[in-house]
């Protein structure tokens, strides 16, 4: 499987999925820490890949997902984007229910 076949696996694979630096119980940037504060807020399990422990993924993930930062958050398979746009989402409302919308098929584990 390649890397590029590795990151849709995962991403098809989890309802919630986070690409981040660090983890959530010890993130490694502030932008990863403040939207993992904010998934968490909303209740439901996600699953997380932390890209500094994980160097493909960290370098194809751009390319696979048209996005060039990070955390990068999936939700149903879609990228939903990073953390500028899950604050703003959070702040309107947008993320909960988003969120809420989910199953919880996440399963709050590490990639």
């Known amino acids: 499987m390649t890397i590029e076949e590795t990151i849709k696996d995962q991403i098809n694979s989890n309802s919630i999925l986070l690409y ?28 997380y890949v932390d890209i500094l422990s994980n160097p493909d993924i960290r370098a194809n993930l751009p390319t696979v997902s048209n996005w060039p930062t990070f955390p990068q958050l999936f939700v149903e ?35």
């Open 20 to 47: 981040m630096k660090g983890s959530p119980e010890a993130p490694q940037c502030g932008f990863s820490a403040q939207t993992t504060q904010l998934l968490m807020s909303c209740g439901k399990k996600f699953a």
């Open 77 to 111: 398979g879609e990228l939903i984007g990073g953390c500028d746009i899950v604050v703003e989402m959070h702040e309107s409302g947008e993320l909960q229910d988003l969120i809420s919308k989910v199953g919880d098929q996440g399963d709050d584990s590490r990639e």
